[in-house]
C-alpha cells in the first residue's frame, strides 16, 4: 500500500500525529473505496507503517494456493533453517492469470506479516507458458523452491510471504503467507520441528489492512 501511496502525497515520512492523504494507482488487482487517510501515531517513535484511519482496500490477486506439505526445517543449525515451498500460479478472483507479473518474491516476515529482513529471500521467475489448458484449475505443485534463510536475532520461527511481481506497479503489496516454519536446533531440547495450520485468506486480509510490506525492496 505504502509503495502505491507515494504517487500522490505520501512520498515522505510523516511526522508523529502526522497524516496524509493518498489514492491508490489503478491496477486489475486492487479493489478500493475511496482516498486513503494515512497517520502516524501521536508519540510515535519507531519507524513503521502509517495508520490507516479512513477509506478501505483489498486486493484480488493472489497465488491460487499452497501445496500440503508440511514446512520443516531440515538444518540442525541454529538460526538456520532449510526448507521446500512448492506454490500454485497467480489467479485473479479464482482464474488463473500470470500475463502481468513476471515472477514472485519470497519474503521472511512474523505472524503479522510484517518483513523482518528488507530485501528478498528469493526471487522465482513465472513459468514459460502463456494460456492454460483450464484457467479455473489451480496446480498446487506449479512452483516448486528450496531456501535456506537464517533466522532474524530473537526469532525462533518465521513465515515466508509470496508476493507477485507486476510488470506494471512492481511488486505488489501483500502476498499469501505460509505456515509457521520452527528453527530446529539440536542443542535446544525444547526445539523440533513444527506446523502450524496456515492462516484463512478472509483473516490474512483483515491483519494486512494494518501491516503491509515496508516500501524498502
Not at 478501505?56 to 490477486?61: E, L, R, S, V
Not at 512448492?86 to 485473479?92: L, P
Not at 509457521?180 to 523440533?192: A, G, L, R, V
Request: proline share 7%; charged share 20%; aromatic share 10%.
Amino acid at each position: 500500500m505504502s509503495q502505491d501511496a507515494k504517487v500522490d502525497g505520501c512520498n515522505l515520512n510523516i511526522t508523529p500525529g502526522g497524516s496524509c492523504v493518498a489514492s491508490l494507482m489503478g491496477h486489475p488487482c486492487f479493489y478500493q473505496d475511496g482516498d486513503l487517510l494515512l497517520q502516524c501515531p501521536v508519540n510515535n517513535i519507531e519507524y513503521r507503517e502509517p495508520r490507516l484511519v479512513r477509506g478501505t482496500w483489498q486486493h484480488k490477486c493472489k497465488i491460487c494456493a499452497f501445496s500440503e506439505d508440511n514446512l520443516t526445517d531440515s538444518d540442525w543449525r541454529p538460526s538456520w533453517i532449510q526448507t521446500r515451498i512448492r506454490f500454485g500460479a497467480m489467479a485473479i478472483l479464482g482464474t488463473l492469470d500470470e500475463s502481468f507479473i513476471n515472477g514472485y518474491g519470497i519474503f521472511i516476515v512474523d505472524n503479522c506479516s510484517r518483513p523482518l529482513k528488507r530485501g528478498m529471500l528469493d526471487f522465482v521467475a513465472k513459468n514459460d507458458w502463456e494460456s492454460y489448458d483450464r484457467p479455473d484449475c489451480c496446480n498446487p505443485t506449479a512452483y516448486d523452491v528450496s531456501l535456506e534463510l537464517e533466522v532474524p536475532p530473537g526469532f525462533n520461527s518465521v513465515y515466508l510471504m509470496i508476493v507477485p511481481n507486476t510488470t506494471e506497479v512492481g511488486f505488489l503489496p501483500v502476498g499469501q503467507v505460509t505456515m509457521e516454519i520452527m528453527d530446529w536446533n539440536t542443542t535446544d531440547p525444547n526445539s523440533c520441528m513444527h506446523m502450524s495450520l496456515p492462516l484463512g485468506y478472509t483473516q490474512l486480509l483483515l491483519m494486512l489492512s494494518m501491516s503491509v510490506l515496508a516500501p524498502q525492496f
